[in-house]
């Protein structure tokens, strides 16, 4: 007798769980949002959001006119940050284009640049930055410098510019050199792209969980199946199980397409455990999904819980350290990312997949996203079943 109910209750939810998946696959918009959105959504910001800055506008101002002007002219072109835009007569004329926004930087470069080469003096060539954007600005300097640096190691390697300096002969037992070379961890090319799309992935299995999940229970509600399934034999249980294991099904594919997506699009190594990150990637997608539910037992109709969703999620991706580093915000908001899920799960992606760290190294993050998880499951499920009674 006991087998049999065990697998009568199996039967029920096996059921269920298939009627949630046909009214899925029927309603085509809650599909798309499922899988093809959050695609779409991980490939965008990775190219929108990453802070590498390429193709800024510059104008020239060239009153040298001489060969070394050119190419200096093609050497900050050919670095593919700065691309000329257009030549002008003078600097006023730069200056009015840079204060229309027609440009993001301009050069000028004086009358007597190439003879002060030749005669080894120091030349001073004026760069113009439009700061209305303080960060463009600032890594526009610190590219032109950069290229400004390569210019100046290959005028002294052609014999343009030798500059020599002179040591004193006691100076020399006791002055020594620190010499700087820096070394790159885990990202030897500087590829801020991992960082982003990384990041993003935590993002959106909360978010997209949450919105997903809110909408279908409120259609459901919306459109009287609930009411059907509470006249059926299925307990609350049943019905329960099977709305979070649809939603859940839908969402795991969606995690395989995403990092199909980062390893094809954005090259991102994956150096550590995949299970792990498979696991971190369930918590968060439990959690999401748990948050919708509890919004959706809240509102009665869809605008409802999209208002709702807009003061729960804004707060959830600010304080989550997926798009800007935590050591960037104030030090009194830094320990409220502690209490974020997608915090330790973006710990978790960018160990697993960039480092390679273990379980030894992110147990307590995998910890901190398991109690999330429960506390975020226990909650939805007591605010459904009480709506079921």
Not at 194 to 202: D, L, N, P, Q, S
Not at 212 to 239: D, K
Not at 304 to 320: I, K
Not at 353 to 370: D, E, M, Q, R, V
Request: aromatic share 8%.
């Amino acid at each position: 007798m006991k087998q049999w109910m065990q697998e009568l209750f199996t039967y029920r939810v096996c059921v269920l769980i298939r009627k949630e998946f046909a009214q899925i696959w029927r309603n085509r918009r809650l599909a798309i949002s499922l899988i093809i959105m959050p695609i779409l959504q991980l490939s965008l910001f990775g190219y929108v959001l990453s802070p590498t800055v390429s193709n800024l506008r510059l104008g020239v101002v060239d009153d040298s006119k001489s060969p070394e002007s050119r190419e200096l002219i093609a050497t900050l072109s050919e670095s593919k940050s700065f691309r000329v835009a257009s030549y002008y007569l003078s600097p006023d004329q730069l200056g009015d284009a840079i204060s229309r926004n027609n440009l993001d930087a301009g050069i000028v470069i004086p009358y007597a640049y190439a003879r002060n080469l030749q005669r080894g003096r120091p030349v001073t060539v004026q760069f113009l930055l439009n700061a209305m954007n303080a960060n463009t600005a600032t890594i526009s300097r610190a590219y032109a410098k950069g290229v400004i640096q390569v210019y100046n190691q290959g005028l002294v390697q052609g014999g343009l510019h030798a500059n020599f300096q002179e040591i004193a002969a006691p100076d020399i037992n006791h002055r020594g050199q620190v010499s700087f070379q820096p070394a790159f961890l885990y990202n030897p090319g500087l590829i801020s792209s991992w960082f982003i799309v990384t990041g993003i992935f935590g993002l959106l299995l909360i978010l997209n969980g949450s919105i997903i999940a809110a909408a279908a229970m409120v259609r459901e509600r919306a459109v009287g199946t609930l009411e059907q399934l509470l006249m059926s034999p299925a307990s609350a249980s049943e019905i329960i199980i099977a709305k979070i294991a649809s939603l859940f099904s839908v969402q795991c594919l969606m995690v395989l397409c995403a990092i199909a997506v980062m390893k094809t699009v954005f090259h991102v190594p994956s150096h550590g455990s995949l299970l792990l990150l498979m696991c971190g990637a369930a918590l968060c997608i439990l959690s999401g999904i748990s948050i919708g539910t509890v919004i959706a037992t809240f509102t009665k109709s869809s605008q409802q819980a999209q208002l709702t969703s807009f003061f729960v999620n804004p707060p959830l991706a600010s304080l989550s350290g997926a798009l800007m580093p935590v050591e960037a915000m104030p030090h009194w908001m830094q320990p409220l990312t502690r209490l974020n899920p997608i915090f330790h799960f973006s710990v978790i992606a960018r160990g697993t997949l960039i480092k390679g760290s273990g379980i030894g190294t992110l147990w307590p993050h995998l910890l901190a996203l398991l109690v999330f998880t429960l506390i975020l499951v226990s909650l939805s499920v007591w605010r459904l079943r009480k709506q079921l009674k």
